[in-house]
């Protein structure tokens, strides 16, 4: 069956009605982080299998764990008291003409504003003929389980629908029981497990009735007793080493896979350690230039005055201000020459009367009685008050009083700011070139802050880019700066140890088959003392029932080898398609059998030659190879056929170069399929690819989006998310 469509109403972020129909082909729902698409995967999950993913956990979890959280906020927000519900209503199509409708529900009850959901979920699931608005439920619980494992059966669910995160536990090559899973898939290995099991019981079995058979016919009791308790001392000693053997080569094991993971890990570790020295750097910068621009926009005001940028557009003034000095100095020498020349002329009318007349002659009395009685006595003449005469005769009474009148003495000088006037002018006259330079030094100014500014976004992208290449890996490898800078030390403590279980594993190994060696010699030492000849049935059946489980052994392991060769080669086709895009070197994946048992990959040159240490990306373009490589590999079945591949993010640890080769293998294996992805989100080029490529047989292509920006979310009260159809 394949997904014709799946619905939400107020399931989680997706507030109200929302609707996203699928086709055959690769189905892209685009977004970036926090958009919605771990909740759309969830969605789908819930709905089949009432459960959705923990993220704190990192499990999935059934619905009374997470409650009225999975119905919309908004939803809740915006509704009156009484009941609102969730909804995920998936359609499933069998053929042209019978579809499959699974619905899953949730309802709360909202009174005086708080929200309580049902602890359990409501499903219901309907089988339509095509066209036809009507339904019949299907009620029986047996019948709903069988139309679920027809849509996906449990033991292919883990590698048809799983999230990026999911694939280094999918596919564990630590892990013996992963890969043997994985063959489980492919063929029925199990079968030659159990004959194998058989035929060691029936060998044990037989060994146990010919050793009492042998016994019974003994000629020397004692010595055969004797022997029997050596035999079975050195036997049970031989079973805890043989334990003990297999506990050190999990140890070996363990510890080798530990170090070819901490060498994958190198180069991450490596990258991470410069990532953080950089990030320490550009923090250091960032705060340098940041501290730099501070200080610059704190002189910005103070240089109103400092450098007088307040006088900005007053060079006019000066101008003007020293034309109305030079014309109020002109007047105020004018004036003085004015008051010398009266002065001049007051002095010599002095020298000319002192001249005619002595000082005091007449005398001053006389001189008042001539004054009082407006008749002057000399020339015997009127003289009335203030005329000529009467003014004539009072300059004989003051010029007693009289000097020659300086020029300091006038009072020209009482209102004289010549010199404060002058004082201005020659600050005027200091500031003009301050003046002048006031556009060109705001202008040099404002530049440096723009290159301060420049340089402080420069370093603060900078500081983002290597914040998200760190986030990217840290999601990507689960490392940090402070395990990466470990990885180089914990390397080489592996080694020790990998090299110290190996020393042990080779003594045990020694001491086991010294102990062979013993008992097969006390079991020869028995048989001579074996009286008689033993049944020859026994015989014949101690030795075909070894024979047996030697070949039920061999045929088991060579069977599991057999069809680890055809994962190995499915994965290699399917890895090199991916790679296409990659310019560096591919390599071939040789899964390479490991001291216990497990599985190693192993990247090598067409030689055999290793190719170097394989890094995180690597591995899971590996594992996503080898996830395919189980379903298309499946002899006499159609998996890609019936089943809809849906994954979230199994893009997000590796390269954008791997992108494209991802999708082209996906629509190649699969006949539907739905991906989530943020690779396609930003990158417009890649998006670009992605909907016009002729290789990439494409379904329907969907861009969502937050109503609110994350970083404006206070509270997710009106989030919703809103669905783009760009095809």
């Known amino acids: 069956m394949i997904i014709e469509s799946i619905e939400l109403h107020n399931f989680m972020c997706y507030s109200g009605e929302n609707r996203f129909d699928f086709t055959e082909g690769m189905n892209v729902i685009i977004g970036d982080n926090n958009h919605g698409k771990s909740k759309l995967y969830d969605a789908f999950y819930w709905a089949m299998f009432d459960q959705c993913f923990d993220t704190g956990q990192k499990k999935w979890m059934p619905t009374r764990h997470f409650g009225k959280d999975i119905i919309s906020d908004k939803a809740i927000h915006e509704a009156e008291n009484g009941l609102v519900r969730a909804v995920v209503r998936v359609t499933f199509k069998k053929d042209e003409d019978h579809i499959y409708v699974i619905e899953r529900r949730l309802t709360a009850v909202k009174r005086d504003g708080i929200a309580t959901a049902d602890k359990e979920s409501e499903e219901t699931v309907v089988y339509k003929e095509f066209g036809s608005k009507q339904g019949k439920e299907i009620t029986n619980p047996s019948d709903v389980e069988d139309l679920k494992r027809n849509i996906l059966p449990d033991n292919i669910r883990p590698y048809m629908w799983f999230q990026g995160e999911q694939v280094e536990s999918i596919i564990d090559f630590s892990q013996s029981s992963s890969l043997t899973q994985a063959i489980n898939v492919l063929s029925n290995i199990t079968r030659y497990d159990q004959v194998r099991a058989l035929a060691e019981s029936l060998e044990k079995s037989a060994l146990d009735e010919y050793q009492r058979k042998a016994r019974a016919q003994s000629k020397d009791k004692g010595r055969s007793d004797e022997l029997e308790v050596k035999r079975n001392t050195l036997t049970e000693r031989l079973e805890l080493l043989e334990k003990e053997e297999l506990n050190k080569k999990d140890n070996l094991g363990a510890a080798d896979e530990a170090t070819q993971r901490l060498m994958g890990q190198f180069e991450d570790a490596s990258r991470m350690r410069d990532l953080d020295a950089k990030q320490r750097q550009a923090e250091r910068s960032l705060d340098e230039i940041s501290e730099d621009e501070k200080r610059e926009r704190i002189d910005l005001h103070k240089k109103m005055f400092s ?53 005091n002659v007449p005398e001053p009395m006389y001189v008042e009685q ?118 180089v030390n914990e390397l080489s403590s592996k080694q020790d140890l990998a090299k110290r279980f190996r020393d042990e594993l080779v003594r045990t190994e020694r001491t086991i088959e010294q102990l062979k060696e013993q008992i097969k010699g006390i079991d020869k030492e028995l048989s001579g003392l074996v009286s008689g000849e033993l049944p020859a049935y026994l015989e014949e059946k101690k030795r075909v029932l070894e024979e047996f489980a030697i070949v039920a052994k061999s045929t088991r392991d060579r069977v599991f080898q057999r069809l680890v060769k055809q994962l190995e080669d499915e994965a ?65 079945s159609r998996d890609t056929d019936l089943y809809t591949l849906i994954t979230d993010a199994p893009m997000s640890v590796f390269g954008e170069d791997y992108t494209i080769g991802f999708c082209k293998t996906v629509s190649r294996v699969y006949r539907q399929s739905i991906i989530m992805s943020k690779e396609f989100y930003k990158n417009e080029t890649l998006r670009r690819e992605l909907l016009d490529s002729t290789d990439i047989k494409r379904g329907k292509i969907y861009v969502i989006t937050p109503s609110i920006a994350d970083a404006d979310r206070t509270n997710r009260n009106a989030l919703t998310t809103q669905i783009k159809a760009l095809n």
């Open 307 to 359: 450098r007088n940028w307040v006088l900005k557009g007053t060079g006019h003034l000066l101008h003007e201000y020293n034309a109305k000095y030079s014309t109020y100095e002109r007047t105020r020498l004018e004036r003085v020459a004015e008051v010398q020349a009266r002065l001049k002329a007051e002095n010599q009318m002095i020298q000319e009367i002192q001249t005619r007349l002595p000082i």
């Open 370 to 487: 001539m004054l009082e009685q407006e008749h002057c006595l000399i020339c015997d003449r009127e003289a009335k008050k203030d005329s000529d005469a009467w003014n004539s005769i009072k300059s004989l009474l003051d010029r007693s009083k009289a000097n020659v009148k300086e020029l300091e003495e006038e009072s020209l000088s009482k209102h004289d700011f010549s010199n404060d006037f002058k004082r201005l002018m020659q600050n005027g006259l200091g500031l003009e070139r301050d003046i002048n330079n006031v556009d060109g030094d705001i202008k040099s100014t404002f530049q440096s802050m723009k290159r301060l500014e420049k340089r402080r976004k420069a370093y603060a992208e900078e500081l983002i880019r290597i914040t998200e290449d760190m986030n990217s890996m840290k999601a990507g490898t689960s490392l940090d700066p402070i395990q990466a800078k470990n990885i």
């Open 572 to 636: 290699n086709r399917h890895y090199r398609e991916m790679m296409q895009g990659n310019q560096g070197v591919r390599g071939i994946i040789r899964l390479v059998e490991s001291t216990k048992g497990n599985y190693t990959p192993r990247l090598t040159d067409e030689n055999g030659n290793p190719l170097g240490q394989l890094n995180t990306g690597n591995i899971i373009l590996i594992k996503l190879a080898t996830i395919m490589a189980i379903i298309s590999a499946r002899q006499g």
